[in-house]
Nanobody, 123 residues
Framework: QVQLVESGGGLVQPGGSLRLSCAASGSIVSINAMGWYRQAPGKQRELVAA???????NYLDSVKGRFTISRDNAKNTVYLQMNSLKPEDTAVYYC?????????????????WGQGTQVTVSS
């Protein structure tokens, strides 16, 4: 079994910072792309930032220059540093990872999700 456990959400004032972490554990052979999504009330889930195994990154336009995604492959962990937060960043943030496991004697890649962590930006 594989699990993604997130931490670091909370309430912050506009202009403040938060750092989200997501650690993968379980029967992991390797981890390919990792990313952070968010979903605000009444809106669709959207990709905020993604990072490949080789650390290439891409970002949602509205967070470019404010958010930084990184990963520690030795710890199977992905981070999202969020600076200059705005009220419109308020959402539940979900970690996502494409993880290769050994299943019935074969290597297979599956899409895994964390449980979500609430980020609220408000004065």
């Amino acid at each position: 079994q594989v699990q993604l456990v997130e931490s670091g959400g909370g309430l912050v004032q506009p202009g403040g910072s938060l750092r989200l972490s997501c650690a993968a554990s379980g029967s992991i052979v390797s981890i390919n792309a990792m990313g952070w999504y968010r979903q605000a009330p009444g809106k669709q889930r959207e990709l905020v930032a993604a990072i490949t195994k080789g650390s290439s990154t891409n970002y949602l336009d509205s967070v470019k220059g404010r958010f930084t995604i990184s990963r520690d492959n030795a710890k199977n962990t992905v981070y999202l540093q969020m600076n200059s937060l705005k009220p419109e960043d308020t959402a539940v943030y979900y970690c996502n990872a494409v993880i290769v496991t050994m299943t019935t004697g074969r290597l297979q890649a599956y899409d895994y999700w964390g449980q979500g962590t609430q980020v609220t930006v408000s004065s």
